[in-house]
């Protein structure tokens, strides 16, 4: 049982979020990933598009254009986000 004279804890903070000090220094931009970092990122980024190709043509022979499809904007878009990601360092 509680105690009657305690009050309840409320779910959610009333109080806002502080807001940084005027003075302090306002913190800095992320850096970009190092070379060898992005080079192999966007090796598995290859790999894996080169996955869904082979679902994509496996599907197409198969007679399956949906699947097909899926396969094949699958691997465009890998490798848009591994292009992304090997030359704008993100």
Known sequence: ???PETPPVPLLDPAPAAAPAP???PESAP???PVIERVGMAFIAVILAALF????VAAFAGGEPFLGAMGALGCLMVLWV???TLFKGR
């Not at 190709?53 to 994509?56: F, K, L, Q, R, Y």
């Open 82 to 84: 591994g292009g992304l």
């Open 23 to 25: 003075g302090s220094p």
């Open 31 to 33: 850096r970009p990933r």
């Open 53 to 56: 190709a082979v679902v994509g």
């Open 1 to 3: 049982m509680t105690d």
